[in-house]
């Protein structure tokens, strides 16, 4: 990737389309029509079955008169083995429009499917470097329409794809524009489904993906790529990606809470699941940083903890992010206290009196506490020992670091992951 010693002016949004609404799945067939397809595939989540959600889908699909076929060996956070699985499915079957169906490891098994039918290879071959080769699709993909059950990944509306490699004890991603789906089928009916640990978990995500992107490092402090190609997906914050992620956090403010204590809280579940799509195209467009790069460590190196609402032991997503954020914030909030405590007071949802570093650390706890969640690393199981393994699987994100706003030294790493360890 080429890059010039000149600063960057230029950014830009590259969005997937958006449908949003109650009952807007009754106008899957409509859009499905539209992509002339011969044969689709489905790829569901096999547990959204007992929520009659598949049902619904395939009469859509059925009114449409288009032969379909169905995957649904969907692993819950994807690892190399299950998405190798997908991909020799991929290669063996004839379809030519994907509908993904699930939360956000549903839609990334889709988008692998998809760029192994089209590009060929092997799933490592695209894995981001230095853990694959890297390697970037070299056609246009097949349309993708992607349906979340849960409000969390933003997976329907982002370049990305993650993947979890225990036998190497990390987690990390396949990454590139043409990976976006084609279009975004948001039905607030079918959070129904998520139960309340899950939506707690998937809400975390979307604040963090929110916050992150609105303060990650500005996308003129970044040097001009040699060619537009070279330009990468993650831009910094820009003007466009700052609307899309405020949004996010004022609708999480006012809705987050709401829909993990009453599970039957359509309004606000519906709210949040229209945050994860919002939140997605604003990290899209600015990048996620340091929550997430300590993230997939802390995900990857112990499979012992079981949350609230999940069947087998695991760390998920949302919880192994959330747990740095407040210490990574106290850490970035030099770099542009103005922004900090507009997120912060954007969650409180009032103005905040005397604002200082602390500010948004003190809501995000706040957030913690109301739902019960792990009080830092120490109660997923981590001890001081695990340090050195936790730092050195953050620091190796250097894709993501590279967009935090201030420069992240192994020092800094340090210092968030042992704050971290007991958030209060
Ligand atoms: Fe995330």
């Given amino acids: 990737m080429g890059i010039l010693n000149i600063k960057e002016k230029v950014f830009g949004l590259d969005a997937t389309q958006l449908k949003f609404g109650q009952q807007s799945l009754n106008e899957l067939s409509w859009e499905i029509k539209k992509f002339k397809p011969k044969i689709i595939l489905l790829v569901i989540d096999p547990a959204l079955k007992k929520f009659n959600i598949n049902k619904k889908i395939i009469n859509q699909i059925k009114v449409t008169k288009i032969q379909y076929k169905i995957y649904q060996q969907i692993k819950i956070e994807p690892s190399l083995d299950s998405l190798e699985a997908a991909s020799e499915f991929a290669k063996k079957n004839k379809f030519d429009l994907i509908i993904a169906v699930g939360g956000g490891s549903t839609i990334d098994t889709a988008k692998v499917i998809n760029l192994i039918k089209v590009c060929k290879g092997e799933v490592m071959d695209y894995v981001n470097q230095p853990i694959g080769k890297g390697k970037k699709p070299n056609k246009k993909l097949l349309p993708l329409i992607a349906i979340p059950t849960t409000s969390g990944s933003g997976s329907e509306a982002t370049t990305v794809a993650v993947l979890d490699i225990p036998e190497l004890k990390l987690k990390t991603g396949i990454s590139h524009t043409l990976l976006r789906p084609s279009l975004a089928l948001v039905d607030p009916e079918l959070s129904k489904s998520s139960p309340s640990g899950v939506t707690a978990s998937a809400g975390l995500d979307v604040i963090c993906h929110a916050i992150e992107s609105y303060i ?207 958030n209060w």
């Fill in 216 to 422: 990650s490092k500005p996308y003129f402090l970044r040097n001009k790529p040699l060619t537009p190609g070279d330009r990468p997906p993650y831009q910094g914050s820009n003007p466009i990606s700052d609307i899309w992620s405020l949004q996010a956090i004022e609708y999480s403010g006012k809705y987050f809470l709401r829909s993990v204590i009453n599970a039957k809280d359509l309004e606000a579940k519906g709210f949040m699941m229209l945050s994860a799509t919002l939140a997605g195209i604003g990290f899209g467009s600015a990048g996620v940083h340091i929550p997430h790069a300590c993230a997939y460590p802390i995900a990857g190196l112990k499979h012992s903890f079981r949350a609230k609402g999940y069947k087998t032991a695991f760390v998920p997503h949302g919880i192994s992010v959330f747990l740095t954020a407040p210490a990574s914030f106290r850490f970035t909030y030099s770099s542009n206290p103005k922004k900090h405590i507009k997120a912060a007071e954007l969650l409180k949802g009032s103005p905040i009196k005397n604002p200082n570093k602390e500010s948004l650390p003190k809501e995000l706890i706040r957030i913690m506490k109301k739902i019960n969640t792990p009080t830092g690393l120490k109660d997923l199981g981590y001890t001081k020992k695990d340090l050195p393994e936790l730092i050195s699987g953050s620091f190796k994100q250097q894709r993501l670091l590279a967009l935090s706003p201030k420069k992240v030294q192994e020092k800094d790493i340090k210092n968030i992951l042992e704050q971290s360890m007991k």
